[in-house]
């Protein structure tokens, strides 16, 4: 289904919810990320999964930020793998959750002034080859204002140019300290971006 018909249908679902309850089951997760990239009141999302012998569990549904990030502090704390081994991936799922946020600002600001999906995508698939480009995609709507990103961090501290470059960086093994606070700086990091 074309992305802005996927957009139209969560704007109808939304405009029916505010007087009916609204129940979507869908396997695909282009709805949810329409309604919660659209801000659409307050519609609840929730994950059902069968596991062995038919066991059914329901979820809070989460955004991929949240996923990529709560995975990586389930590994940060894992002392089970060598800190060697869990400190690129956990600066991977970081940096993952960090281009999530960004992509969902990009969405957001470009949607609302009617810029055509296609072009949305194009201009986020061309500025995720560097973690540097997406964030200025993100900021600055400009992809190409790379060199802005480490002074736009700093005015929010050193905690964010710190968790910035271990997302960088970290992904080829130069990131082992401190795990847990990674992950929270990176949450706090992509709070502010999305």
């Known amino acids: 289904m074309d992305p802005s018909k996927v957009d139209g249908l969560a704007r109808v679902l939304a405009e029916l919810a505010e007087d ?4 979507v089951f869908t396997h695909d997760t282009r709805l949810p990320d329409a309604v919660r990239r659209l801000d659409l009141g307050r519609a609840r999302i929730v994950e059902v999964q069968r596991a062995e012998r038919s066991v059914v569990t329901v979820r809070p549904g989460s955004d991929p930020v949240t996923r990529y990030l709560d995975d990586a502090y389930a590994l940060a704390r894992n002392d089970e793998l060598p800190a060697d081994v869990r400190g690129p991936v956990v600066a991977e799922l970081c940096r993952s959750a960090i281009e999530a946020a960004c992509h969902l600002r990009v969405w957001r600001t ?3 002034r009617g810029v055509p999906h296609d072009d ?7 500025a995720s080859r560097r973690l540097t480009t997406i964030v200025a995609l993100a900021v600055f709507d400009d992809a190409d204002r790379g060199g802005d990103v480490l002074g736009w961090l700093g005015r929010h501290g ?11 960086e970290g992904v080829h093994g130069a990131y082992l300290a401190d795990l847990p606070g990674l992950v929270a700086d990176a949450r706090r990091l992509a709070k502010g971006l999305a």
Do not use: N
């Not at 009916?20 to 129940?23: E, F, G, Y």
């Open 20 to 23: 009916r309850q609204v129940v």
């Open 158 to 168: 050193g905690w964010a140019v710190g968790a910035y470059r271990a997302c960088r």
């Open 110 to 112: 470009r949607v609302a």
């Open 120 to 126: 949305i995508e194009t201009a986020i698939v061309d």
